[in-house]
């Protein structure tokens, strides 16, 4: 793993006509980043020639690579798949259609490492009132199921120690929980305020139905999760040197 370097996670699902304005933005926050910084698409099953557009910006730019999937799987899988490729102390996510800015990431540092996750806090949303209404019931209701005391889980700005990303249970939906999983292990969550901005391109992937049931559903799965999660401190550990074979002749 590379020490005090930073992999931020990019899934990409039919995101053409944001990418090449996405990498603008992200150039500018690898030129002002702290840490070494990396960006990491996650292909995930694009239809619309996302995969083809990644490929020429990950020849033209250093510090950018890809993965691909052979199909859509969800977002979910998308950060799980990066967080096992990533390679370095901290891990970030972004989304690539341009609601979020990447130079917000640069806020985060301060707080790094006393905190093990920094998230943010879309402070002046620029969504569709459906959107912004559908995304305050199930904020809300999360937090009286779980009381996680995350105001905007779902925002797409994070940072994770990797220690602890590394180590969150995989599940469909894991990616609306990711606060409270770091939560989960004993890892300390702060919270940020970020821009928001109307989307530059392109649809949004979600409907009213996905944006509350699937929210809801997975609630009571996490909250099956971590009655049964176990953490556990290895307090000793002893090493046993294998003996040396003595030839004679």
Request: hydrophobic letters at 40%.
């Amino acid at each position: 793993m590379e020490a005090n370097a930073l992999t931020i996670i990019v899934p990409v699902y039919n995101e053409i006509e944001c990418l090449e304005r996405f990498c603008e933005s992200m150039d500018a926050f690898l030129q002002q980043s702290p840490l070494a910084a990396r960006v990491l698409f996650v292909n995930d099953g694009s239809t619309d020639g996302s995969l083809e557009k990644i490929r020429q910006l990950c020849d033209l730019k250093p510090g950018y690579s890809y993965i691909s999937f052979d199909r859509n799987y969800g977002l979910s899988t998308a950060i799980k798949a990066g967080i096992d490729t990533a390679d370095s102390t901290y891990i970030g996510y972004i989304d690539s259609d341009l609601q979020t800015s990447p130079l917000d990431f640069i806020k985060y540092f301060e707080y790094l490492p006393a905190y093990q996750m920094v998230n943010g806090i879309r402070a002046k949303r620029k969504d569709t009132t459906i959107k912004k209404i559908s995304s305050k019931v199930a904020n809300n209701f999360r937090r009286l199921m779980i009381n996680d005391n995350i105001q905007d889980t779902c925002c797409p700005l994070k940072i994770m120690e990797a220690t602890y990303a590394k180590r969150i249970p995989f599940f469909d939906g894991m990616h609306r929980f990711l606060p409270a999983l770091i939560q989960l292990q004993g890892g300390k969550v702060k919270q940020v305020p970020v821009q928001h901005f109307e989307r530059y391109a392109g649809t949004a992937k979600y409907h009213l139905l996905n944006r509350l049931w699937g929210p809801l559903n997975d609630t009571f799965a996490f909250r099956w999760m971590r009655r049964r999660y176990i953490n556990y401190t290895v307090a000793e550990k002893g090493v046993h040197k294998i003996a040396e074979k003595h030839e004679q002749f």
